[in-house]
């Protein structure tokens, strides 16, 4: 299943840590603006653009050929939007550290989805390099499921049309499981029927008209914990929560829990 890959530690959008907490009477110090990088992909994302973010180091050997890919997948996505990020910048430093790039290949071209979360790379050498970036640009749930992994939360993803007897119910344990386990869950809710999230069902194997709802639970780590068909109760979905992913040997799973 495609989603033993999906959590990529290197690019995960984690938040940056904060510093220690100021002491009794001082004032916390004011957080430096973000870098005019960080405001470009911010834009972007505020017209509900996905980026393609171009990362490299001053004169990098295959500039040309990234940003060519690059610009060549602006023309395939309507939504989308072209960023440089310079690591040899020193105003870069905070995206640097937000997408954990300090020691990644360059060039190498990011997907960052329209809620900031960078969901992949390719390096544009690579054969295929345009179709493969194509590729990994998400459909609104599955961006959604990446920021939850981003977060080290559960994702609890319930594939469901609004004419399905059983979503009712499917929500009311989703709502019972999120009030108990607050926020180590997260739920993200896909219609399998809506166009722009077939590539995201279809890696369920969720056809469009499937006659019942399906719940996908996927760890913190990007594993998959189960699959669950109909309208589970909250006490089966809070077991597959906690169950232990299967080990294996594969890297791009990440090992056992």
Do not use: H
Request: hydrophobic share 50%; with cysteine.
């Amino acid at each position: 299943m495609p989603w033993s890959r999906l959590f990529v530690p290197l690019l995960a959008a984690l938040a940056l840590a904060r510093g220690p907490a100021p002491a009794r009477g001082e004032s916390a110090p004011a957080e430096p603006p973000p870098s005019a990088t960080l405001r470009r992909i911010a834009e972007a994302n505020r017209l509900g653009q996905v980026v393609f973010l171009v990362l490299y180091q001053g004169e990098t050997p295959g500039l040309a050929k990234a940003r060519e890919v690059a610009t060549a997948a602006r023309g395939r996505v309507a939504a989308s939007a072209v960023v440089d990020l310079d690591r040899a910048v020193a105003e870069n430093a905070d995206a640097v550290a937000r997408f954990r790039v300090q020691a990644a290949p360059v060039p190498l071209l990011l997907v960052v989805a329209q809620n900031g979360v960078a969901v992949g790379a390719v390096r544009p050498a690579d054969e295929q390099a345009l179709e493969r970036l194509l590729r990994l640009v998400p459909s609104p749930g599955k961006a959604a499921t990446f920021q939850l992994l981003a977060q080290k939360r559960v994702a609890l993803i319930a594939f469901a049309r609004p004419d399905m007897a059983e979503r009712g119910a499917l929500y009311e344990a989703l709502s019972e499981v999120s009030r108990t386990l607050k926020e180590a869950v997260g739920t993200v809710l896909v219609d399998p029927a809506d166009p722009a999230e077939a590539g995201f069902a279809a890696e369920w194997k969720v056809p469009a008209d499937a006659p019942r709802p399906v719940l996908a639970v996927v760890n913190a780590k990007g594993q998959p914990l189960g699959r669950l068909e109909g309208a589970p109760g909250a006490k089966e979905i809070l077991e597959a929560v906690k169950r232990k992913a299967p080990c294996c040997t594969d890297p791009g799973c990440g090992g056992c829990q």
